[in-house]
T-cell receptor
Framework: ETGVTQSPTHLIKTRGQQVTLRCSSQ?????VSWYQQALGQGPQFIFQ???????GRGNFPPRFSGLQFPNYSSELNVNALELDDSALYLC???????????FGPGTRLTVL | EDKVVQSPLSLVVHEGDTVTLNCSYE??????LLWYKQEKKAPTFLFML????IEKKSGRLSSILDKKELSSILNITATQTGDSAIYLC??????????????FGAGTQVVVTP
């Protein structure tokens, strides 16, 4: 196990609602990245946080936002949920300047 | 646009067989290539290959980076049922626009039958 934890494990929401997913980094890591993995696809990069600021962003709309806290834990917020947001959301932690990212077990989001 | 393509998409082998998985990439300013194993949810890190470290081995798993062909292979020898998983290849590029981003392929689903 990597030491990266995520909550909740599963979540069911309806279209238009808002959701917050949480992630705790591996001890000693200062950077958190979020990914969306749709069924049958590889993870897609949403964004990365370092020093409590967004440090890079993939092709996701502004309704996907995040936070990083002083203890390096992080939140992913998604507003105005759409059916296509149904996916596994993965959080990964790393040390700034290194390439290897260590993933948590993910949160399975279902939007009805 | 950066691209990572894995092949095959899936395969079924018998225990004891050898498996070779392929990953090709088109990435501006390549920095590193990573292999992950995803069994249920969390991808677990296997190897990282860079221009200065093009071959890695750990037990029955090994990986090689071909910088000329812009590709990598992951070999699994003497497969076991516990090797059944999705194997993901990801590429990291240099530069500001690529901070934090791992570009993943779609993965190869490996099923090892007893």
């Amino acid at each position: 196990e990597t030491g990266v934890t995520q909550s909740p494990t599963h979540l069911i929401k309806t279209r238009g609602q808002q959701v917050t997913l949480r992630c705790s980094s591996q001890s000693g890591h200062n950077t958190v990245s979020w990914y969306q993995q749709a069924l049958g696809q590889g993870p897609q990069f949403i964004f990365q946080y370092y020093r409590e600021e967004e440090n890079g962003r993939g092709n996701f709309p502004p309704r996907f936002s995040g936070l990083q806290f002083p203890n390096y834990s992080s939140e992913l917020n998604v507003n105005a949920l759409e059916l296509d947001d149904s996916a596994l959301y993965l959080c990964a932690s790393s040390l700034k300047g290194t390439d290897t990212q260590y993933f948590g077990p993910g949160t399975r989001l279902t939007v009805l | 646009e950066d691209k990572v393509v894995q092949s095959p998409l899936s395969l079924v082998v018998h225990e004891g067989d050898t498996v070779t998985l392929n990953c090709s990439y088109e990435v501006t300013n390549f920095r590193s290539l990573l292999w992950y194993k995803q069994e249920k949810k969390a991808p677990t890190f296997l190897f990282m290959l860079t221009s200065s470290g093009i071959e890695k081995k750990s037990g029955r798993l090994s990986s090689i980076l071909d910088k000329k062909e812009l590709s990598s292979i992951l070999n699994i020898t003497a497969t076991q049922t516990g090797d059944s998983a999705i194997y993901l290849c990801a590429v990291k590029a240099q530069g500001y626009d690529s901070w934090g981003k791992l570009q993943f392929g779609a993965g190869t689903q490996v099923v090892v039958t007893p």
